[in-house]
């Protein structure tokens, strides 16, 4: 009898064809997470680009306003109205065409290029433009952030003349934590806390107390001695501590006496939302003026935060016209006070759009927001004599807060 041997290789053979195609399929992962990394840091570098593009026309739609601010102070009423309708203009780069070193590309829908210096010293022009940039002169209203303890003063210039304001403030951009909720002091009446404890970890997200200073005088006819009427009807310098309360009231200005040392008074408390789960301001307090302004007086309103930082709105009335939402003839612009600019960026075919809000200081009238800002004690010795080689025999102790 006869024995046969017969050796098959199919397993071998599958073992190599799975083998192969596991070796295959992790390739093509790999090789497409590659693809996939470097798609993704190309466009983050098109964005970024892009993003540059956009701020390029920022930085031009300013200098665009200065030259609007100059030529006004400085030209003819014709050379500032011309210039004005330009940069009043909706169509896109316009407002940037009243600059000398700005162009458009050549053959392209009214883009500006964005340009760099080469080794050589030369221009180089790069696939980067802003391809639209609008400048908005007129706001429906002025908003900021406030850092704790500091201030800001804000003109109130209107397109009409107004008789109040809208205060708005803490947004869900000053909340901490993933809540929603707004906390409030715990303590009965208007409790004037220590700041770890308006703070604390139990009660993180009670809203800044704000301190609203008014400032008003007639144009036509003004001495400092105006500012020493303390309340009544006619105060041209008012000041009001807005406390956040669940429950309290709409006092105006016109109410209320000026807080001084000798008449201290107390915060008024202002209603406040519980919750921003819808979003906007969790308090506001409407605030009528001594005066309407724009008929012969003009005003400043000086805003502090108190305990803790807070995002704030500014709106202006006629309280004589309906104004609901937004809309009505009673809601006054602010005038060229925080002049909104819209840019679209460009980087080969990806674009990017920012809107940005600039402060515009008027040149004929600049004002300091403050000579000296601190949290903590100020101590200065100051001495008077008759001949400076005096100071070298006076014994200069540090002074004690």
Known sequence: MSIKNKQQGAVSLFVVIFAALLITVVTVSFIRIMILNQQQATANDLSQ????????????????????QSTCATGTAADCTAMQAKIDSST???????????SLIPNSDKEVPVQT?????????????????????????????LTKDASKIIPLVGVTPFDKIKIEWFNSSDLQGDSTVIDFPTASGI???????????NTPNIPSIIRTQLIQFNTANFSLGDFDSVGGVNALNNTLFLYPSKTGDLS???????LTANSPGAPNPKTCSSSLTNGGYACSAELTLSQPVGSGYNAYLNLKSL???????ITLFDSALPCVNGLGLGCVK?????????????????????????????????????????????CKNFIVINDSSQFAAINLNPCVP
Not at 191 to 201: A, D, F, I, R
């Open 49 to 68: 680009s892009a993003y540059d593009s956009a701020q390029a026309g920022v930085e031009d739609a300013k200098r665009a306003i200065i030259l609007l």
């Open 92 to 102: 896109c780069n316009t407002s940037v065409q009243t600059l000398s070193d700005v």
């Open 117 to 145: 210096t080469g080794s050589s010293g030369a221009k180089v022009t790069l696939n980067q433009a802003y391809t639209c940039v609008t400048v908005k002169m007129l706001t429906d209203d002025y908003v900021g952030y």
């Open 191 to 201: 409790p004037l806390l220590n700041e770890t404890n308006w703070t604390s970890l």
């Open 252 to 258: 105006a200005f016109v109410n209320n006496t000026r």
């Open 307 to 313: 305990y803790k930082g807070s995002h704030y709105r």
């Open 334 to 378: 602010f005038n060229k006070v925080q002049p909104i600019i819209d840019s679209t960026g460009r980087a080969n075919d990806l674009f990017r759009r920012v809107q940005s809000r600039v402060e515009l200081t008027n040149i004929n009238f600049p004002f300091p927001q403050g000579e000296i800002q601190l949290t903590g004690n100020l």
